[in-house]
């Protein structure tokens, strides 16, 4: 190994070798790290997470009004059926 390999090689085991002992300290000190807070509420973010996005997904459907994809032809329906249901062709 060339001089110049052994330093880079030496200068990177330095740098992890810091960043271990300071996760190690951070820990140590009763820090929580992100792996810790995924471990414990990470079921309950995606709960969360599904439920947001199965709202947004119904709202974009249904819309308010006649706004929506879907909500337009469910408004269109109920119409259509009360008219016939009050003797309307």
């Given at each position: 190994?060339?001089?110049?390999?052994?330093a880079?090689?030496?200068?990177?085991?330095?740098?992890?070798?810091?960043?271990?002992?300071?996760?190690?300290?951070?820990?140590?000190?009763?820090?929580?790290?992100?792996?810790?807070?995924?471990?414990?509420?990470?079921?309950?973010?995606?709960?969360?997470?599904?439920?947001?996005?199965?709202?947004?997904?119904?709202?974009?459907?249904?819309?308010?009004?006649?706004?929506?994809?879907v909500?337009?032809?469910?408004?269109?329906?109920?119409?259509?059926?009360?008219?016939?249901?009050?003797?309307?062709?």
């Amino acid at each position: 190994m060339s001089r110049e390999h052994s330093a880079r090689y030496s200068y990177f085991i330095t740098i992890f070798s810091q960043i271990y002992k300071n996760r190690v300290n951070y820990v140590q000190k009763g820090g929580v790290l992100m792996q810790d807070i995924l471990k414990e509420y990470g079921p309950a973010l995606i709960t969360v997470v599904a439920i947001i996005a199965l709202v947004a997904v119904v709202t974009f459907l249904i819309g308010s009004g006649s706004d929506g994809v879907v909500g337009k032809e469910f408004s269109n329906l109920i119409t259509t059926f009360f008219e016939k249901a009050n003797g309307g062709v």
